[in-house]
């Protein structure tokens, strides 16, 4: 292999190294919001970190969800393109037959301090004020 060979196989190595990574880089940017703040019917705000939580579960099926055209309930990281998920009140409205999910509180009361109350002995925060910080 020639010296020129070689210096053309190297740079077009790194290149496509560097591509790569610019390219999961701007993948993983798109995880949505470090925090949010839900406001739940003007009462105290629950303050909801939502990197911490990507963090610790790593899975983000396991709070977001779709339905397919068979009324499957999917994961949302089963692949799918994000185009084909509605928006989450499309389903939890007033109509949702499960009453307990029907608004962001609903859901924050039932999903989030089930999980919280499951994994208390991990660290879980379970106190009303550890999600509805006061404001300083």
């Avoid at 994000?82 to 499960?98: P, R």
Wanted: glycine share 8%.
């Amino acid at each position: 292999m020639s010296k020129k060979s070689l210096v053309l196989l190297v740079v077009t190595a790194m290149t496509l190294g560097l591509a790569l990574t610019v390219s999961i880089s701007f993948a993983e940017l798109d995880k949505g919001p470090a925090e949010i703040t839900l406001n739940v019917d003007g009462k105290k705000p629950a303050v909801f970190p939502h990197a911490a939580h990507q963090e610790k579960l790593g899975d983000c099926g396991t709070c977001h969800h779709y339905v397919d055209e068979a009324g499957v309930r999917n994961p949302c990281d089963d692949g799918t393109p994000q185009e084909y998920f509605a928006k989450c009140d499309s389903c939890h409205n007033a109509d949702f037959a499960n009453e307990k999910l029907r608004t962001w509180k609903d859901i924050g009361h039932g999903l989030c301090k089930d999980c919280h109350t499951k994994m208390k002995d991990k660290g879980a925060p379970t106190k009303c004020n550890d999600c509805h910080v006061k404001a300083e």
